[in-house]
């Protein structure tokens, strides 16, 4: 079985700040690991993805990932914040079809 | 160059009625997958189909619920007999490979309220 737990269901930083989301996960394969951001009222766009090879993967606006296997982990970053970061962020894992979803963190950016 | 397309955005219905939502893959996708997003909770999977076929269920309640995606046409997700706990976002995601090499991209969803 898998699952995702993404520690702090609200996370806030300034303008500029570095931002920091985090995302460990389970599974008993390989998993296959992504980050996706939903705005209010919208579906899910994917920011970065990681399937095989590279553990430090780059993503669109800024943002990048690293899996650590030794510590199950995936965490979301980014050196400084916009405030167009602001929205709802979701680390997701897979295997094969279907992905399974933490609750989500949602990131305020203060001026 | 449309992405995955879902209609209706929002749908109100009352108690015991039906509600169908559609969703049309990206152009060359013929996997699609619909997951549940109810309030302050992350996406559910609840059903995975490719053309005419249903290939992974294992998220759909048993009951009033159920799923196609046809030869032509968009792929729908109906509920029959709504309940308030039915009230949720819906989301289609779609992708041309029935693996996650190639990710999912997602629709906008349909937003379900029942009365």
């Known amino acids: 079985a898998q699952s995702v737990t993404q520690l702090g269901s609200h996370v806030s930083v300034s303008e500029g700040a570095l931002v920091l989301l985090r995302c460990n996960y389970s599974?008993?394969?390989?998993?296959?690991l992504f980050w996706y951001v939903q705005y209010p009222n919208q579906g899910l766009q994917l920011l970065l993805k990681?399937?095989?090879?590279?553990?430090l993967v780059k993503g669109i606006n800024g943002f990048e990932a690293e899996f650590k296997k030794s510590e199950t982990s995936f965490h979301l970053t980014k050196p400084s914040a916009h405030m167009s970061d602001a929205a709802e962020y979701f680390c997701?894992?897979?295997?094969?079809?279907?992905?399974?979803f933490g609750k989500g963190t949602k990131l305020s950016v203060k001026p | 160059n449309a992405g995955v397309m879902q209609n209706p955005r929002h749908l109100v219905r009352r108690r015991g009625q039906e509600a169908r939502l559609r969703c049309s893959p990206m152009?060359?996708?013929?996997?699609v997958y619909w997951y549940r997003q109810l309030p302050e909770e992350g996406l559910k999977f609840m059903v995975y189909?490719?053309?005419?076929?249903?290939?992974?269920e294992s998220g759909m309640p048993k009951e009033r619920f159920s799923a196609e995606f046809p030869k032509e046409g968009p792929s729908i997700l109906r509920i029959q007999q709504v309940v308030r706990g039915d009230s949720a976002a819906y989301f289609c995601?779609?992708?041309?490979?029935?693996?996650?090499?190639?990710?999912?991209?997602f629709g906008d969803g349909t937003r379900l309220s029942i009365l």
């Open positions: 995601a779609s992708s041309p490979v029935g693996t996650l090499t190639q990710p999912q991209h």
């Open positions: 152009k060359g996708h013929s996997h």
């Open positions: 599974s008993s394969v390989p998993p296959y």
């Open positions: 189909l490719q053309k005419e076929n249903i290939i992974d």
């Open positions: 997701a894992v897979g295997s094969q079809g279907n992905l399974i």
């Open positions: 990681y399937t095989t090879g590279a553990t």
